[in-house]
């Protein structure tokens, strides 16, 4: 019955709200759904957590799904899980089916959306049951798992690896907490900067810092002239939109929808990748694929339904490890510190009316952005058109204010969000990769609290190897992710070569 109670007119006009706003960021080229939810961050503190997550949940579903706009209407995917649904959404809209190329993108975008949640009630759970039984070595080991499959998985592995560890050591500066089993004693900063930064910076400013103001700073660089192809928008001319184009699409929808939940449940890995990988599925297990790349709304399905199940496959290891699945979800985090709650193994059992309300408000967040969008799209397809001089100063404005009031009112929070604003934009010119670095900013402090504890309960490091069959279990998996991420850089060095021997 406590759930009914939270179930108000407010609960489900925050999740309406959310979605809008998050499809209009999604919609908006350079403008993502982590960019979203680390804007409207601060306003969470105001509504409770339950109301808190409601809204955060609509930015989250409504900015993954915003994305197939500019990448239909202008080949410009709106985020990067989007990146396929130009492949045909493009061309489509070039023969005038622009609105039935959106419409295709958001009925297979609810479909993933819902598997995803599906998945997430039934396995979060059971992960999370199994993960109690951890010993401080098992989550040190997990962390470190997370962390390696993160920087093995990017564009340059030592690159992402050394970004991951800045991220750790940027968490530990301030004081070890006397509580957590530490001395209290300041440490890696000056004597200047101990009045600021005892307790370390503050995670949400950082947050709003490297998502939204460096990505505002990134695309000020190349200046706010009109996007390609304004103007010329299509959305109808040619073949209208009708349910009978997902007729024998069953398949590639589950098979789309499966390989975005579980690639959302492996950390950092992102939403192109799961796009992309369901994309080439369906190219290669159709039967008919030669009109893919050229207009074929089976690409969209692929597409579409594949990003949206990364939702719900992102919270899993959220909401059961405490590990974020993509830098959306370790903003989500956020949202938890500032109500005092810890995500993790216990998180679940010990909240189970938040756990409940959280899947009822994803399952009502994609059943609001079909509506939404299908209904409005092509009101919403106007929202490219809006300028960016316009909106970027107004979410300049939301950040600074957000981060001043975010801890009730401390200027440091604001030095933080525009400190960690240039060093985002400065960490992206200069190759550093961003989410492992988050990440590890994220997770070093617990990190650091399960490897300490592993030592003063054990006495020696072989214990991280020797403590139980799961620990070697990690250790086997860390391993793999290293020799898989080497196997690609190999073949893709060879494939390279042999390209320019051609």
């Known amino acids: 019955m406590d759930i009914l109670s939270h179930l108000t007119p407010m609960f489900f006009t925050l999740i309406a709200a959310g979605t809008l706003i998050g499809i209009i960021f999604g919609a908006i080229p350079g403008m993502t759904a982590t960019m979203a939810v680390a804007v409207c961050l601060p306003l969470t503190y105001a509504f409770g957590l339950v109301n808190g997550i409601a809204l955060l949940l609509g930015l989250y579903v409504g900015g993954i799904s915003g994305g197939m706009v500019p990448a239909v209407l202008l080949n410009i995917p709106g985020t990067p899980s989007s990146i396929t649904t130009t492949f045909d959404g493009y061309p489509m809209a070039q023969r005038g089916e622009g609105e039935r190329a959106l419409k295709t993108g958001i009925v297979a975008s609810i479909f993933g959306g819902l598997f995803s949640a599906a998945v997430l009630f039934f396995f979060a759970p059971v992960l999370a049951d199994f993960a109690i039984k951890f010993s401080y070595v098992e989550k040190f080991l997990i962390i470190l798992l997370a962390l390696t499959v993160i920087a093995s998985l990017c564009s340059n592995m030592l690159m992402g690896i050394f970004s991951g560890v800045l991220g750790v050591w940027l968490s530990l500066i301030g004081t070890y907490s006397i509580t957590e089993g530490g001395n209290g004693e300041p440490r890696l900063m000056f004597d200047f900067m101990q009045y600021y930064l005892i307790d370390g910076f503050s995670l949400l400013p950082v947050l709003i810092g490297i998502f939204g103001l460096s990505t505002i700073l990134l695309d000020a660089e190349n200046g706010f002239a009109d996007a390609p192809g304004q103007g010329r ?140 969008m299908y209904f409005a799209i092509r009101h919403i397809a106007k929202v490219i058109e809006v300028p960016k001089y316009i909106l970027y100063p107004l979410i300049v404005m939301m950040c600074v204010v957000g981060a001043y009031a975010i801890n009730y009112g401390i200027m440091f929070d604001v030095w933080t969000l525009l400190i960690f604003g240039v060093f985002g934009y400065v960490a992206q010119k200069i190759g550093l990769e961003v989410v492992p670095l988050i990440i590890g900013f994220i997770l070093g402090k617990s990190a650091e609290v399960y490897f300490v504890k592993s030592i003063e309960s054990y006495g020696n490091l072989t214990i991280f190897f020797t403590k139980s069959p799961i620990a070697a279990f990690l250790w086997v998996l860390i391993a793999v992710s290293v020799a898989f991420a080497i196997y690609l850089r190999v073949r893709n060095r060879r494939g390279g070569a042999n390209s320019l021997v051609e």
């Open 233 to 372: 928008i299509k959305l109808k001319g040619g073949a209208r939109f009708s349910f009978s184009i997902f007729k024998g699409q069953l398949v590639n929808l589950i098979r789309s929808s499966g390989i975005g939940t579980f690639v959302g449940m492996l950390p950092g890995v992102g939403g192109s990748a799961a796009s992309v990988l369901a994309y080439s599925q369906e190219k290669n297990f159709s039967r008919d694929s030669s009109q893919m790349g050229k207009g074929a709304p089976q690409g969209i399905v692929a597409s579409e339904s594949s990003n949206n199940a990364l939702t719900g496959g992102a919270l899993v290891p959220l909401l059961s490890l405490g590990i974020p699945g993509d830098s959306t979800t370790a903003i989500l985090i956020g949202a938890f510190t500032l109500q005092g709650i810890q995500v993790g193994p216990l998180f679940i059992g010990n909240n189970m009316d938040t756990w409940y309300l959280m899947i009822i408000a994803l399952v009502a967040a994609n059943v609001l952005m079909f509506g939404i």
